[in-house]
């Protein structure tokens, strides 16, 4: 009996593809719930950042945050049930806030610490 399964991709959290700015990223577990079957996974449009900047230091370790010290948001998904894992990391672009998983949010703070390089908005289509 041959098995069967059903791989989806993940939703597309930019607004708009075209001019968006990546890096690649080191991104730590610290603070990371794991679910039910015991991964840690960090949602696409997670805000990450931390102390050290990626920009100055691409060996930074970032890590989840909704202050003032995020430095850009998720493009995917990222797992870091072994600990640390490579993400990709926008630091410029059109966030659609719609397109966020439910379990991510965008504080004030991370919008003020974006402000002129990420820009956040809510659109249906």
Do not use: C, W
Request: proline fraction near 2%; hydrophobic fraction near 45%; aromatic fraction near 4%.
């Amino acid at each position: 009996m041959a098995k069967i399964e059903t791989f989806g991709a993940t939703k597309q959290v930019l607004g708009f593809v075209a001019n968006k700015v990546a890096l690649g990223v080191v991104l730590s577990d610290e603070g990371v719930d794991a679910d039910a079957l015991g991964r840690k996974v960090i949602p696409a449009g997670t805000p990450v950042g931390g102390d050290a900047s990626t920009l100055a230091d691409e060996q930074a370790v970032l890590k989840v945050v909704a202050d003032g010290t995020a430095q850009g948001v998720l493009e995917h998904e990222v797992d870091v049930t072994a600990g640390q894992g490579n993400g990709t990391l926008i630091i410029n672009g059109y966030i659609n806030e719609n397109r966020l998983p439910e379990n991510v949010t965008i504080t004030d703070e991370t919008k003020t610490a974006l402000a002129g390089r990420v820009v956040f908005f809510k659109r249906n289509a």
